[in-house]
Nanobody, 116 residues
Framework: QVQLVESGGGLVQAGGSLRLSCVASGRIFSMYAMGWFRQAPGKEREFVAGISRSGVSTAYADSVKGRFTSSRDNAKNTVYLQMNSLKPEDTAVYYC?????????WGQGTQVTVSS
């Protein structure tokens, strides 16, 4: 079992940048495919970005393509989400998710607020 802890959220003006981190406890982090999701008030949780176990393959929601980049450092048990050109509609709680053998593990989330 893995435990995930996100950090790096905060308040930023539109057009600014933030980098989220998600640190995993436990062993064999490289066996987990990782993803980032977000949930805005009154809305369902939605997919933002995904990254393969090796970090070679990534996928993004259309709404963040070209602005967000996911990466990982398996030696540090960490996955990152670099968010540039932030918009007010990016405001949400951001969660990281790990998946291994069809089982999902979630972090507690970190708040990102983008002011206009």
């Amino acid at each position: 079992q893995v435990q995930l802890v996100e950090s790096g959220g905060g308040l930023v003006q539109a057009g600014g940048s933030l980098r989220l981190s998600c640190v995993a406890s436990g062993r064999i982090f490289s066996m987990y495919a990782m993803g980032w999701f977000r949930q805005a008030p009154g809305k369902e949780r939605e997919f933002v970005a995904g990254i393969s176990r090796s970090g070679v393959s990534t996928a993004y929601a259309d709404s963040v393509k070209g602005r967000f980049t996911s990466s990982r450092d398996n030696a540090k048990n960490t996955v990152y989400l670099q968010m540039n050109s932030l918009k007010p509609e990016d405001t949400a709680v951001y969660y990281c998710k790990g998946r291994k053998f069809a089982r999902d593990y979630w972090g507690q989330g970190t708040q990102v607020t983008v002011s206009s």
